[in-house]
């Protein structure tokens, strides 16, 4: 306790956020500290009184080996596991509910001690004892069980072993003429693995531009390009498989567990300047875990117990919430086809997005301002690195299957609007010479051209056509449904050009 109690003050005197780090919460830290200090004194209050002659030594001396054994594994197991550094917010939260159980428990047993050798020899804690030991059973045994049945599930399951984000929601509600998700959770309509006819198949691979945050399935970009192309050549697919929060890690995930195994003729990359370089907080610590044929992204931090025996790693946990999404979505799903029978859905009705305030979006935008800075800062230097390895990564995977790679770069609405920028750079105090709003389209494309890439930069088209409120959502990073059919209009000639005629060869340089 006193170890742990150190660890935190000395983190506390010289830990420094990172813009993109969690920030820290240090009411809770100092909360956690204190309590460790009250556990420690009340441990060493603990063993004195149980040395000498007491109520307390009275009271232990009764107490069951073997229960002390299950409790002591217990409390020693979840300590550890959510030992409170590095600083992570719900693990703070639950060592605080720990914590304090054990301090009640600590009082309880040196101020009140009659009192609490009477409740131990109640009937409830016996039903609370015996509960305890059901559980740890069952998940001792429940988690050998499953990690053996873990290959056989993913065979035989819902998704093939093919690997899907594990938390889509099979069949989920969804506005648009589709009414809902698929079989695997994405927001398209359903697709089989092998193509259906010979005409080409797009996968498009995103965030939740591709995904589509507020407008409907018909409005969405990738929709249109569908309709567009099938125009021209009837049974051509662009299978959306945008997910909501992916990166280019969980993209690069997708495409070589999943999307490959769809047999594309092209990937079609959806870059979002403004948050798939430098990442969300935390992102630097996720990692797949394959169960089930699912893939789950699971943080790390070092702590050994947390990282490989915490609960995010049971195959119990996540096969149970995969058995339960299973067996159940096709019901959920039969259930909603009678309820909406003979129902329409209107594009572009009843869609809704949550608006921030206008300071929390300039907030936003300076928390991956490092993007726009004309000289680069090791943060910026940091996560454009690793967003080459992984576009590096899906290139060469795509190239030695001989599949092509076009990446769509979607512009931030601060490149487009002067006055935004002028107010984003009144709020962080710079000055418009330190910045360089086209940045990141301009490493973006190099890169491209340097590794012969099919590239196609919207930002020019989107400058053209910008006005504030109109193809970008008030106050809000995503596109509106004119900013998705401004996209899907600029697009389409690109992907015409590379799917019906093969001649042109790919391009080297990006369109803009």
């Known amino acids: 306790m006193l170890t742990a109690a150190f660890d935190l003050m000395a983190f506390l005197m010289t830990h420094q956020p990172g813009k993109v780090s969690d920030p820290l919460q240090t009411g809770k830290l100092w909360t956690l500290l204190c309590c460790y200090v009250l556990l420690a004194v009340l441990l060493l209050a603990t063993s004195i009184r149980v040395a000498r002659a007491s109520p307390v030594q009275e009271s232990v001396t009764g107490w069951s080996p073997y229960a002390v054994a299950v409790w ?32 009640v428990w600590g009082m309880w047993l040196n101020f009140w001690p009659v009192t609490l050798e009477r409740g131990l020899h109640g009937r409830g804690y016996e039903r609370i004892k015996a509960a305890l030991i059901i559980i740890l059973v069952f998940v001792v045994v429940g988690e050998i069980a499953f990690r053996l049945a873990d290959p056989i599930l993913a065979r035989k399951g819902l998704f093939e072993a093919k690997q899907p ?20 959770g994405f927001r398209d309509r359903e697709r089989v693995m092998e ?7 797009v996968l498009a691979v995103g965030d939740s531009f591709t995904w589509g945050v507020g407008v409907t399935y018909d409005e969405n970009f990738v929709t249109i390009l569908e309709q567009r192309l099938q125009e021209i050549q009837p049974g051509t697919e662009v299978v959306n498989l945008g997910v909501i929060g992916f990166e280019p890690e969980h993209e690069l995930h ?45 943080h790390h931090n070092g702590n050994w117990f947390h990282d ?11 096969d149970i919430n995969y058995l339960i999404r299973v067996d159940l979505a096709p019901v959920r799903h039969l259930f909603r086809n009678q309820r909406r029978h003979n ?19 300039i907030e936003y935008i ?20 690793h967003t080459l390895e992984k576009l590096n990564a899906l290139h060469e995977f795509l190239l030695s299957r001989g599949v092509p790679l076009l990446v769509v770069l979607i512009p931030e609405q601060v490149q487009l609007d002067q006055e935004l920028q002028r107010e984003f750079i009144v709020a962080v105090g710079g000055r418009r010479e330190q910045y360089e709003f086209e940045k990141p389209q301009r490493l973006l494309t ?8 099919i590239c196609h930069d919207l930002f020019e088209i989107f400058k053209q056509d910008y006005h504030p409120g109109t193809l970008y959502f008030s106050n809000d990073l995503h596109w509106s449904a004119a900013g998705h059919k401004v996209a899907a209009a600029a697009i389409l000639s690109t992907l015409q050009e590379q799917l019906f005629m093969p001649s042109a060869g790919v391009h080297t340089s990006a369109r803009r």
């Open 72 to 103: 002591f594994l217990v409390s020693g197991y979840l300590l550890q596991v959510y030992y409170p550094l590095p600083s992570h917010p719900h693990h703070l939260d639950k060592l605080l509910f720990i914590l304090g159980g054990l301090i």
């Open 165 to 184: 984000p594990a938390y889509l929601k099979p069949y989920a509600e969804t506005q648009g003429s589709i009414v809902h998700a698929n079989a695997q």
């Open 195 to 201: 193509k259906p006819t010979s005409s080409p198949r």
């Open 254 to 298: 997708l495409v070589q567990h999943y999307g490959i195994h769809l047999h594309p003729d092209m990937v079609m990359l959806n870059v979002f300047v403004g948050n798939d370089i430098i990442r969300k907080r935390g992102a630097d610590t996720e990692e797949a875990l394959v169960v089930g044929g699912n893939s789950y992204f699971v």
């Open 308 to 318: 490989h025996i915490g609960p995010d790693r049971w195959f119990l946990y996540h």
């Open 343 to 361: 129902r329409s859905v209107q594009p572009g009705k009843n869609t809704t997005i949550t608006v921030p305030w206008h300071l929390d979006y």
């Open 366 to 385: 300076e928390g991956r301002s490092d993007i726009f800075l004309t000289e680069d800062t090791p943060l910026f230097a940091h996560h454009w690195s």
């Open 446 to 453: 190099e890169w491209c051209r340097q590794q012969k890439v």
